[in-house]
């Protein structure tokens, strides 16, 4: 029995199986973003949104290979060849990446001009939801 | 006390939040390439050296780089790129591929000034980096014969967003330069321009890329001094009164002179990428007032489908010269009073005006494993058709016979970023 709750908590909390929660702080003008508008943010398409000026804060590995598979349908190996040929032509320079839930948040908190995405919702005050991405969408 | 603000300053350097302005990042290639020919060298690209007589070797498609960066606040930061590859070109800098100083004033306004990439074609400022790219090398018809890697100058690029499309305009102005080496035995060509400029725009939408740009330079240099010896010959028999003989000594003159040409590339280029299938095609045209610069009309297609890790894919890929093939007009020996080696002079500029045309299409069948986010293996086999005398890409002996020819090339290749 307890063998199968651990696996039945694991499937739940497994990041595949999560929402994603893209996250500002709540100083932000953005209200709603699209999924689109994620996906070129984060492709190194766009940097403004409202005229206002985005910095995206990526994830780790995990976290990152659910995200792009959920808003772009690639593989992570598809998403590191397509930002190769970004930093190595010196175009565009790779994002900051956060470890942590928390430091995210507390990274969002400081500056109103970040965005990021989180497998949780926040738990904290002072960040707001732009756009939930459901598991169900795909 | 000396000792303690050493150890202070130090600490001061590696701390941890001075650590996160630095980047440290790489990417590399190790690949075998074997090409069943007897008498071509396969080149990658025309900055390499010529060995007509190779048939296997790592050295074609094998590379490492590493690329530094340091960031100084939001808007400045510079960055350093170094190459360790295959060229023909032996001076230290060769392999410096990016060394410039960036200033981002806006979201939408970037400002580089330094060593770039340059950006005549889509992947030009990409194509070293393998693991980027679906392919084994970018497709030889339209990336082969562009020996120019980068360009010391300004470079501008403007971000906007216009009916819900992101584009992006570019402009870079400035020198460039690449070492080439197609006959075995010549000493490598020097190739500058102290004038060249790129005009790009590219739209992004979900899915998909359009890009279409311009670029023209206008050449500054010579030929190899053996080449240009050859020159000053073919002018004092123009100037002989020879009728027939002189008025082909000027034209065989004047098609080897580079320097003052002004070269014209055009490109428009459309790649679509759900995820699963992938589809990229550039349509690439070279124009130049001389037969020993490229000319002609490039253009391939690839199309893939991603199967999890596994993607297969085609591509094909053709050029067509605009340039005839030079041929003899009149019988140089039966001149009275002439030097004997006046003939081998003819031939020797008629072979060197016709060595450059390209004229050749390729099939290619390939297959990329992505072993890990950062580690892929790739194989492509590339089946080749040259038309006569349509060997410009390929490593040849100078004077050597230029026949139709079919080459089938085999490359298995481990690309990898850090």
Do not use: C
Request: net charge negative; hydrophobic share 40%.
């Amino acid at each position: 029995m307890k063998i199968l709750s651990l696996i039945i908590t694991l499937l739940l909390s497994w990041p595949s199986l999560a929402d994603i929660y893209i996250v500002v702080n709540e100083q932000s003008q953005i209200e709603q973003i699209s999924q689109e508008q994620i996906a070129a943010l984060y492709l190194g398409r766009k940097r403004t949104m409202e005229s206002q000026k985005i910095i995206i804060l990526e994830r780790g590995d995990q976290e990152r290979a659910v995200f792009f598979n959920r808003i772009i349908n690639m593989s992570l190996s598809q998403v590191n060849a397509y930002w190769a040929k970004l930093r190595f032509s010196g175009r565009v320079r790779m994002p900051e990446q956060v470890a942590t839930d928390d430091e995210l948040f507390a990274r969002l908190k400081r500056n109103p001009a970040m965005l990021g995405y989180s497998m949780h919702p926040p738990t904290i005050a002072g960040i707001k939801v732009i756009l939930t991405i459901k598991d169900d969408e795909k | 006390m000396r000792r303690r603000t050493f150890f202070l300053s130090l600490l001061f350097i590696f701390s941890p939040a001075l650590a996160n302005e630095w980047s440290v990042s790489g990417f590399g290639n190790l690949a075998y390439s074997y090409e069943d020919s007897a008498n071509l060298g396969y080149l990658r690209d025309l900055t390499q050296k010529a060995h007509p007589d190779s048939n296997g070797s790592f050295l074609p498609d094998s590379k490492l780089g590493l690329q530094l960066g340091y960031q100084f606040d939001q808007e400045w930061s510079a960055t350093a790129q170094y190459v360790l590859a295959e060229r023909a070109g032996d001076e230290a800098l060769d392999g410096l591929e990016l060394a410039f100083l960036a200033y981002q004033p806006s979201a939408s306004i970037d400002i580089r000034v330094g060593r770039m990439g340059y950006d005549v074609f889509w992947f030009t400022d990409t194509r070293r980096v393998d693991f980027g790219h679906l392919w084994v090398r970018p497709p030889q018809e339209v990336y082969g014969w562009v020996p120019l890697q980068n360009i010391d100058g300004f470079d501008l690029t403007y971000r906007f967003t216009q009916a819900e499309i992101d584009w992006s305009a570019n402009f870079q102005f400035g020198a460039t330069q690449a070492t080439t080496d197609l006959q075995q035995g010549f000493e490598p060509n020097r190739f500058f321009s102290n004038r060249a400029g790129v005009v790009s725009l590219t739209a992004n939408g979900m899915f998909w890329r359009a890009r279409a740009s311009y670029a023209q330079l206008r050449v500054d240099s010579q030929l190899p001094n053996t080449m240009e010896q050859a020159r000053e010959n073919l002018l004092l028999t123009s100037q002989l009164g020879l009728g027939l003989v002189s008025d082909e000594a000027l034209e065989l003159y004047d098609s080897l002179g580079i320097q003052g040409a002004v070269v014209r590339y055009g490109q428009l280029g459309f790649e679509f990428n759900d995820g699963l299938w992938q589809f990229v095609s550039e349509l690439v045209r070279v124009d130049t007032d001389r037969e020993v610069l490229p000319n002609g009309v490039g253009g391939y297609a690839l199309l893939g489908h991603r199967f999890d890790s596994i993607t297969p894919y085609i591509i094909y890929s053709h050029f067509s010269p605009d340039t005839d093939v030079t041929e003899k007009q009149a019988d140089w020996s039966l001149v009275p009073g002439l030097p004997t080696d006046i003939v081998q002079l003819q031939q020797g500029a008629i072979d060197a005006v016709n060595q450059t045309i390209i004229n050749q299409s390729t099939f290619s069948l390939g297959v990329r494993w992505d072993i890990t986010a950062q580690f892929s293996l790739k194989s492509q086999f590339d089946w080749i058709d040259i038309e006569p005398m349509g060997h410009g890409l390929w490593a040849t002996e100078f004077g050597a016979p230029r026949e139709a020819q079919q080459v089938q090339l085999f490359t298995l290749s481990a690309s990898f970023v850090f």
